[in-house]
């Protein structure tokens, strides 16, 4: 996959529009998870998932790697090249490597490429946040596989938000399956 090909409208996080109705409470409650390594944001569709998340991020005074996820990111290429082009918002020079190796005739393994990735997220020095929106569209085991390494290894600056139309408990068995 070459970065050309990659859309980069879905890294820009949504703009929090001027009707959007303050939810203190809410808003506290992902202060208070942020001290974690994963918050998972889960409610139906037209909850307002998003649009909490992008204002919370907001008034976070730290950098935030957003991506929009889609059913075509079940491809675990596909889906790190897409974390990597995110995390290039914060560090661009980051994943340059890896994302050379996805390209080349016989690409190694995702799972061998990820001690790679998160050494270079250990690299940033300060706290920021991923998030990874529209979760419920991910079905691959292998996505999720690469999610939870992530999650189990991160850095401890990293904190991963996951907003889902699914059961957040699913999601959280799903991506933390020994947790």
Known sequence: MVMATL??????RPLVRP???SRPLL?????AGFNGKLTVVSAPAGYGKTTLVSAWVSEKECPVAWLSLDKEDN???????????AAQSI?????QEILRMLQSAQPPTIISLLPVLINQLDDIRERFILVLDDYHLVTSGQVHATVATLLDRCPPQLHLVLITRADGEKVAEGVMPFG
């Not at 859309?7 to 820009?12: F, G, Q, R, V, W």
């Not at 808003?27 to 202060?31: A, K």
């Not at 491809?75 to 082009?85: C, E, G, K």
């Open 7 to 12: 859309l980069k409208t879905k890294l820009y």
């Open 19 to 21: 009707e959007f109705v």
């Open 27 to 31: 808003m506290r409650r992902l202060d």
């Open 75 to 85: 491809d675990p290429v596909r889906f790190l090249s897409y974390v990597i082009a």
């Open 91 to 95: 560090q661009p020079d980051l994943g």
